[in-house]
């Protein structure tokens, strides 16, 4: 699914809290249908450096240009606004709207940030609720559902902005062992369908089995980078070794 | 002939008239300082948690005032002494005792309502707004889409609270004459020298106030709890 037109360059991104720097220098890219993984040791940087790919984290210094778009810490709050709409991202404990239904988390972004109508939103919603396997909890309130369910809610919800890139923090983290499965399902019938990924995650066996290139990072630098095939089973660094050994 | 009446004789023909009366203006105050203290509380609490600085810092000044001084004296302030300082940069305002009391107490109760939206709204969790956030929402949509709709079920409890308050405090007016509900009862009980039949009905009047407040209030959680349980 991978090309070579490259739709995300990072270059130098740095993140500190006060004295503390989380990320140093980040450089890479990502080419357009390339799913990226990113691993590591809790506390290395990996879930701050996605925060900062969509701006949740306004970045110290740096530059990301996305699809010609430059984006750096001064821009204006609605140029990232616009940038963010273009960008999915799934979180570690859904963040699902509890007050909203299912159908109106996942119609209420393309209506007041797309301008979409509300019959074309709702076509939208019945077609990716059916892709999760969800239909018949359009009506149910997040809280009717299992926390499995949940997920697959809030990846229906950021696709029906269709974004370019998806971005995946920890996205099962959260979740019961029996129920990861069912998110993995959905995650990797979307890597099938050539979306731009890039993912942090625990789970070595499905990067291992989805991801075009695997990134290992450790207090905020990109130790090693390469297919899973190269960072699994012939680790360089020594940090990578000892990481991949632990496992 | 009045003081040879039986105690409800003389409740049905004198004092009930009178403290309907009295009544009607409490919950014309109540009421009406109630929505505009809910408006400009909400304002404040907004104010409060703005970016901009200034707005912060106006909304803590006000809060502040206004807790930080008695009613009674913001009541009276607002009647004998706002006029004579607005005379003197030559404003003519004539506040007759009803508006000083609207005034006054939506003033007041704005103040305690601003740091109960405040608390609602800091009580969300902040993966709401970055869910929100990331799929594009703006700042301003995030607030009034996401963020605020979350807080009504939380701040109905305190909201009652503070408006079964402002319903007894409305009665602190009567210091500026005005005809409510408890200066119509010191007046029919001096007038009549017959003091707990006069006192008791008046009590009585406060109380079905609130208590309608809280059965309204109970209403309007049930319906939300309906609503997604938030």
């Given amino acids: 699914m991978k090309s070579n037109e490259v739709i995300l360059t990072i270059s130098n991104l740095s993140k500190k809290f006060g004295d503390n720097v989380v990320l140093k220098d980040i450089s890479t890219s990502v080419t357009k249908g390339e799913v990226v993984v990113i691993i590591g040791p809790s506390g290395s940087g990996k879930s701050t450096f ?19 778009q430059i984006l750096n810490p001064k821009s204006k709050e609605h140029v990232l606004d616009i940038y963010r709409s273009k960008i999915g991202m799934v979180f570690q404990s859904f963040n699902l709207f509890p007050h909203l239904t299912v159908l109106e988390n996942i119609t209420l972004a393309p209506m007041h940030v797309l301008k979409v109508s509300k019959e074309e939103a709702r ?63 959905v995650m990797k019938d979307l890597a099938h369908t050539g979306m731009t990924m890039i993912i942090v995650t625990h789970e070595m066996d499905f990067a291992r089995e989805v991801s075009d290139r695997v990134i290992f990072m450790d207090k905020g630098l990109i130790v090693e980078q390469g297919t899973p095939q190269e960072v699994f089973n012939s680790p360089k660094e020594k940090r990578t070794i000892d990481f991949i050994r632990r496992l | 002939m009045e003081a040879e009446l039986g105690f409800w004789a003389f409740s049905k023909m004198i004092v009930l008239p009178r403290l309907m009366e009295g009544m009607g203006v409490t919950l014309k ?57 607005l005379e003197a940069y030559q404003i003519n305002m004539i506040l007759d005792s009803f508006s000083a009391g609207i ?15 405040r608390a609602g709204i800091l009580s969300i969790h902040k993966g709401q707004t970055e869910a929100a956030r990331a799929l594009g929402l703006s700042r301003h949509q995030t607030m009034y889409k996401i963020i605020i709709p979350q807080t009504y079920r939380r701040i109905i409890p305190p909201v009652v609270n503070e408006l079964s308050a402002l319903t007894k405090e409305t009665s602190l007016v009567s210091v500026i004459s005005l005809g409510e509900l408890l200066y119509m009862t010191q007046r029919l009980g001096s ?25 309204i209030a109970s209403r309007i959680e049930k319906r939300l709890e309906l609503k997604g349980g938030v």
């Fill in chain 1, 50 to 68: 996605l925060r900062c790919i969509n701006y949740l984290e306004v970045p110290t210094g740096g530059e990301i240009d996305f699809e010609g």
């Fill in chain 1, 123 to 185: 076509a939208r919603a019945d077609e990716l609720l059916k892709n999760v396997g969800l239909s018949e909890k359009i009506n149910a309130y997040p809280r009717d559902l299992s926390g499995g369910q949940q997920q697959r809610v809030a990846i229906a919800r950021a696709l029906a902005m269709k974004p370019d890139i998806m971005l995946f923090d920890e996205a099962t983290s959260a979740l019961d062992p029996e129920l990861v499965g069912e998110v993995l399902k």
């Fill in chain 2, 29 to 85: 105050l109540t009421f009406i300082s109630g929505i505009l203290g809910l408006i400009l509380g909400m304002f404040l609490a907004l104010m409060r948690i703005s970016q901009f600085k200034i707005l912060n810092w106006v909304s803590i000044l006000y809060i502040t005032l206004f807790r930080g001084t008695p009613l009674l004296l913001q009541i009276l302030f607002i009647y004998f002494a706002l006029p004579t300082i």
């Fill in chain 2, 103 to 117: 005034l006054a107490l939506s003033l007041n109760s704005a103040a305690y309502l601003a740091e109960i939206f």
């Fill in chain 2, 191 to 215: 007038r009549y020298l017959r003091v707990w039949e006069v006192y008791i009905w008046a009590a009585l009047g406060y109380l079905i106030i609130v208590m309608i407040l809280s059965f």
